[in-house]
Nanobody
Framework: QVQLVESGGGLVQPGRSLRLSCVASGFTLDYYTIGWFRQAPGKEREGLGCISTNDGRTYYADSVKGRFTMSSDNVKNTVYLQINSLKPEDTAVYYC????????????????WGQGTQVTVSS
């Protein structure tokens, strides 16, 4: 059974950092690309970036490039999203999702999604 489980969110102060995790089961990361998305209340889902773990290639949306960094640990079948210098506007539910190898931030191209982890940035 394919499953993606996000963790690492929480309530943090502006300027701090978080490292979100996405643990995959039921498939091997080597054969897929993992994307990160977020959605704030009342707003559309926003694609943040994606990573193909077989070759380490990453793609970032311009809106987050510089503060967001993706990485992977194939031994743990896990991908990570490091978020630095958190801002209140980063508050959202963050999701990881699976697609075929390649670069895409189109939600419709992802076939499995995690349930999300809440990130709240507030002082």
């Amino acid at each position: 059974q394919v499953q993606l489980v996000e963790s690492g969110g929480g309530l943090v102060q502006p300027g701090r950092s978080l490292r979100l995790s996405c643990v995959a089961s039921g498939f091997t990361l080597d054969y897929y690309t993992i994307g990160w998305f977020r959605q704030a209340p009342g707003k559309e889902r926003e694609g943040l970036g994606c990573i193909s773990t077989n070759d380490g290639r990453t793609y970032y949306a311009d809106s987050v490039k510089g503060r967001f960094t993706m990485s992977s640990d194939n031994v743990k079948n896990t991908v990570y999203l490091q978020i630095n210098s958190l801002k209140p506007e980063d508050t959202a539910v963050y999701y990881c999702a699976r697609t075929r190898l390649g670069h895409s931030l189109t939600s419709a191209e992802y076939d499995y999604w995690g349930q999300g982890t809440q990130v709240t940035v507030s002082s």
